[in-house]
């Protein structure tokens, strides 16, 4: 991912100037000419509240492990990491990042409630608006609509309960598309155009991971001619689901030898191999078989999924360019932009 600039607990940062233009962009009211100072201290505190709920999952996901890199970016802040190994640990490192916020709040109330500091100084504005805006970001964050964490967690809570990653990730498709349109809607009726387009945006993303499922699942469904084939991937579906990960891989590698694959159940054992490897951290080979399925949005996620876990820039920079980075939603290329723009930075 290029040279961090500056790491925290050993963890490395990232942070592209788009973060400051957004945040500037959405708290412009606070900037008045006789007071810049408390513009500035504004979107400092802003900056603050999007990092520690990054070093929330950052931390979380270290203890597990998983090599965590801290992006912020327009809009926010990510945190890349490999990925975990149970839908536990998964759940805790999602659950960490909301988590901070509202602990942080808790702690700036619990002050001012002391009256350790007086509620009408300009620091203890400074945070009642702080705690405020913690309230804020965690909650936003706990909406269950992907990518934001609350969707995530919905994810994971289906995949554990419904047992069936395909059916748990349809459902939580169809909430993110019809949630997030619905409060779409409702932000433009509102006129707050910014938070109407992000959601709007995220439902739309969660459309087309829709699609992907649907045409997933038909080829699942569709009448296999040679019933070797139709076995192996039908077991390799069982292990799938059963998040059996490796096995899954196993039939997928002994489908792919069999002579007389069709086209469809080729493309169909791509696109098993690549998202089991992903799932056990075989990062290089999952870009390889995601790859191999083109017009796929999801094949394009786990392809920028795995890149920002690696933080090649390079190989990021060789990916914007390719097809396959235009089925990306407009939030995951700024992601990608920002790790080859940080890696460009002197
Ligand atoms: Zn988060």
């Not at 009408?120 to 608006?129: A, D, H, S, W, Y």
């Not at 945006?201 to 459309?207: K, Q, T, V």
């Not at 590698?253 to 791509?270: C, D, I, K, V």
């Not at 951290?281 to 390889?288: F, K, P, S």
Request: proline share 5%.
């Amino acid at each position: 991912m290029g040279q961090p600039q500056f790491s925290v607990f050993g963890i490395p940062v990232h942070v592209s100037m788009w973060h400051f233009i957004t945040l500037m962009i959405f708290f412009r009211g606070a900037f008045q000419a006789d007071n810049l100072m408390f513009g500035v201290a504004i979107l400092l505190v802003a900056s603050a509240s999007v990092f520690l709920h990054e070093m929330g999952h950052a931390l979380t996901s270290r203890h597990f492990g998983l090599q965590p890199t801290v992006v912020l970016t327009g809009f926010g802040g990510f945190t890349a990491h490999q990925p975990a190994r149970t839908l536990r640990d998964d759940f805790l490192v999602v659950a960490a990042g909301p988590t901070m916020n509202f602990a942080i709040a808790a702690v700036l109330y619990g002050l001012l409630l002391a009256g350790a500091v007086g509620v009408e100084t300009p620091v203890g504005r400074l945070m009642q608006f702080a705690s405020g805006l913690n309230i804020y970001w965690g909650v936003y964050n706990l909406l269950p609509i992907l990518p934001l964490d609350g969707g995530h967690l919905l994810r994971v809570l289906l995949r554990r309960f419904i047992r069936k990653s395909l059916k748990a990730d349809r459902w939580t498709h169809r909430i993110g598309l019809g949630l997030g349109g619905l409060l779409a809607a409702y932000f433009a009726s509102e006129g707050q155009i910014i938070w109407a387009v992000l959601l709007g945006l995220a439902a739309f993303e969660n459309y087309r991971a829709l699609q992907d499922v649907n045409r997933m699942d038909a080829d699942f469904r569709a009448d296999r001619p040679h019933p070797r084939v139709g076995e192996l991937l039908k077991q390799a579906r069982a292990a799938f689901e059963a998040g059996n990960f490796e096995a899954a891989m196993r039939f997928c590698h002994q489908a792919r030898a069999e002579p007389e694959l069709s086209p469809a159940e080729m493309r169909h054992t791509w696109h098993i191999l690549a998202i089991a490897a992903a799932r056990v951290g075989d990062l290089d080979d999952a870009i390889r078989f995601a790859e191999r399925v083109p017009n796929s949005t999801e094949m394009a996620q786990v392809q920028a999924t795995c890149l920002l876990s690696l933080g090649d820039a390079g190989r990021i920079r060789q990916f914007l360019r390719a097809p396959a980075a235009t089925l990306l939603a407009p939030e995951r290329l700024d992601e990608l932009k920002a790790v080859v723009r940080s890696a460009e930075a002197p």
